[in-house]
């Protein structure tokens, strides 16, 4: 999986579970953050990021926040999809007859 397009910056601050503030060369962003989840240990103020430019004009941010630096870890992927988006790739390569993504099961199928 690759990113199209990615900047560096550095973090902020998280004012909700959504979006976060990045300086990027010198500008304060407001940027989309691809992970709900607290990460409190990795998105700490003055820490690297690394953002994806969005392909999407319309949007109300133009970025989104896909990866963090930790000094004793090294760059750590933040972005909730990318593990489904890994693993489907890997996927294909392995001349399954079918792989699908997560789809409703039983009564809630259509």
Not at 3 to 17: K, Q, S, T
Not at 75 to 83: G, K, L, M
Not at 85 to 95: A, I, R
Not at 96 to 107: H, I, N, Q, S, T
């Amino acid at each position: 999986m690759k990113y199209r397009e990615i900047v560096d910056g550095i973090f902020l601050d998280r004012p909700n579970r959504f979006i976060a503030h990045v300086d990027v060369n010198g500008t304060v962003e407001t940027v989309h953050v691809k992970n709900t989840g607290r990460c409190r240990e990795l998105l700490l103020p003055g820490a690297a990021v690394r953002l994806e430019v969005s392909d999407n004009p319309k949007r109300k941010t133009k970025y989104d926040l896909v990866a963090v630096h930790k000094q004793e870890l090294g760059w750590v992927n933040i972005d909730s999809q990318a593990p489904n988006k890994v693993v489907g790739e890997w996927l294909l390569k392995q001349e399954f007859d079918l792989v699908r993504p997560e789809f409703a099961y039983g009564k809630f199928s259509s």
